[in-house]
């Protein structure tokens, strides 16, 4: 069984032979310990969609893609495009590359698959769940989802299978723990079946860089309002293309000094503002919006990150009548969710911590968040905003600290132990400032050196940001280092912060660099050639 479609089948079929598939199965004895199970989830990244035949597909993974042949195929209509203008041939031919990968994963206007044989290898029943040891923790259990599904329906197979961890275990409690995209889904299920219960099945909730509070660089894409900042895109390219994606150290020193010629001569300033003013506005909807239809823009887990904008974005995936009917079923479960849940999500959270039922939430910064909104300057993780994932944390643009003035404002109110040592966070304005941590340069990734703290507050020993010296607010992390000494206290200067300043420059000879400019003068001068050749066959005229 690979989806949740099939294996909602085979639960609602025994449910029909058996009533009470877990509820009717005899329950382990009542345990007094004090380790509450854990039910925890992760993002989808690490959940790949698996097809009929078995093969696994990750939409849009580099993977997954002949990006280098791409190129070369469409290039001529790129070339068209920057010469006449017309960039439909060039939207045309790549939606023909591009939406056929997501053919076969699908889901139909209602939001379920379109071939209920694809989807996730995960199964679970009362004698197959089990304790694991995936983040060290003990007892815990995973729950995997199927992230094209709406987080309302996903909450009913959720609270099943909690429900079968009680009963496996003799708890009447667990603790809730979800990352990233997870979020949206446990906050499904706290407001379909604990919020009426008053939160009597949960003990804790846990929320590791939640994108429950939304996701910038998403929403601009999703209303078709992309914005494309030169100095994002230049740190973006730079900290995670270049360091992340390039494996050889000659030749990422080589691309950074193209790089930093290019942004020092306002190259990249004038492709920004060609892409801002010239070419998005052509492709964003003949394009963009398209794909975005094809698969993103109907799987219930991503248009549950959309926090602002909602209306916006469905109008703009959704552009016409009859669009907005064939898809009926995906937009009323996304907007039930919107309203019910992302609009109260704050409230929900709130609400279980007045009950003594402590929330506890790790959000991450460090890195450039994508370029493609206004808010893609201030800190982040890559991937989400820092203030999105802790619910209103206040922080600077990624390369500045706060001014004086506004830390002695802070001290003032007796509130500058909040702000973090590189003066770029302020925690006391989010939503939980005593039990809010922020890790400096993990960078959308989970440290497996956070289960420590994690665990810590799980049982109590680390309830808040002040119990532990060792697990303070703010904590910088460094893969690099021995495991025991990954993850330490944020002090001022960091030997792992980000300098942003230190990758204007290069270790290369000046020599290099008189080469390396010498060549994108070359590569400028055989573009122009090259489009002005176009122009004139275009005109029908011959060049001397």
Not at 378 to 404: H, M, N, R, W
Not at 451 to 461: E, G, H, P, Q, V
Request: hydrophobic content about 40%; glycine content about 6%; aromatic content about 12%.
């Amino acid at each position: 069984m690979k989806t949740f479609k099939k294996i909602l089948a085979v639960v609602l079929c025994a449910a029909m032979l058996v009533p009470g598939l877990c509820i009717g199965v005899s329950a382990a004895d009542t345990c007094n310990c004090s380790n509450t199970p854990i039910v925890y989830m992760y993002g989808k990244q690490t959940i790949m969609l698996t097809k009929e035949d078995g093969t696994k597909v990750n939409p849009l993974a580099r993977d997954n893609l002949d990006i280098g042949g791409m190129v070369k195929e469409v290039m001529p209509n790129i070339f068209d495009g920057i010469a006449t203008g017309n960039w439909d041939p060039y939207c045309d031919q790549l939606y023909g590359m591009l939406a056929p990968i997501w053919k076969d994963v699908k889901v139909n206007g209602d939001g379920y698959p379109i071939n209920p044989n694809t989807g996730i290898e995960y199964s679970w029943s009362y004698d197959t769940v089990s304790s694991n040891h995936s983040y060290g923790f003990e007892p815990s259990y995973l729950f995997l989802f199927d992230w094209r599904l709406s987080p309302m329906d996903v909450a009913d197979e959720l609270h099943e299978f909690i429900e079968c961890v009680k009963k496996k275990t003799g708890h009447d409690k667990i603790v809730l723990e979800s990352r990233c995209m997870a979020t949206s889904y446990s906050l499904a299920y706290l407001y379909k079946y604990e919020r009426p219960n008053n939160y009597s099945g949960i003990e804790k909730v846990l929320l590791f860089n939640p994108s429950t509070g939304g996701l910038n660089w998403l929403e601009s894409a999703f209303s078709g309002k992309v914005v494309i900042d030169p100095d994002s895109a230049y740190r973006y390219i730079q900290g995670s293309v270049f360091d992340e994606k390039v494996n050889d150290d000659a030749l990422v020193e080589t691309l950074r000094l193209i790089f930093n010629s290019l942004k020092e001569t306002y190259g990249l300033n004038l492709a920004c503002k060609l892409l801002q003013d010239k070419i998005y506005p052509a492709v964003k909807d003949k394009l963009f919006a398209r794909l975005i239809k094809e698969f993103y823009g109907t799987a219930g887990g991503v248009l549950a990150m959309i926090r602002d904008n909602f209306d916006e974005c469905i109008d703009y995936i959704y552009p016409t009548d009859a669009d907005k009917a064939e898809y009926a079923g995906v937009i009323a479960k996304a907007k039930y969710y919107h309203d019910n849940v992302t609009m109260h999500a704050e409230d929900i959270l709130k609400e279980i911590d007045a009950l003594g039922k402590p929330v506890a939430i790790f959000g991450e910064y460090g890195g450039q968040q994508r370029p493609v909104s206004p808010e893609a300057k201030y800190c982040g993780d890559y991937s989400i905003g820092l203030t999105e994932q802790t619910f209103g944390a206040t922080t600077t643009v990624v390369t500045e600290k706060f001014p004086d003035n506004y830390i002695e404002e802070r001290a003032k109110e007796g509130l500058d132990r909040y702000i973090s040592p590189d003066k770029q966070v302020d925690a006391s304005t989010c939503l939980f400032p005593d039990t809010t941590w922020f890790i400096k340069n993990a960078n959308h990734v989970y440290p497996e050196t956070l289960n420590y703290l994690m665990l810590s507050f799980i049982r109590d020993k680390t309830p808040d940001v002040w119990t532990s010296e060792a697990y303070p607010q703010f904590l910088n992390f460094n893969p690099d280092k021995p495991f025991a000494e990954q993850l330490v206290p944020a002090q001022e200067v960091n030997e792992n912060d980000i300098d942003w300043a230190a990758y204007e420059t290069g270790d290369a000879t000046i020599t290099i660099l008189l080469t390396v400019v010498q060549t994108i003068m070359d590569f400028v001068k055989l573009m122009v050639e090259t489009i002005r050749d176009i122009v004139a066959i275009a005109k029908g005229t011959t060049i001397a």
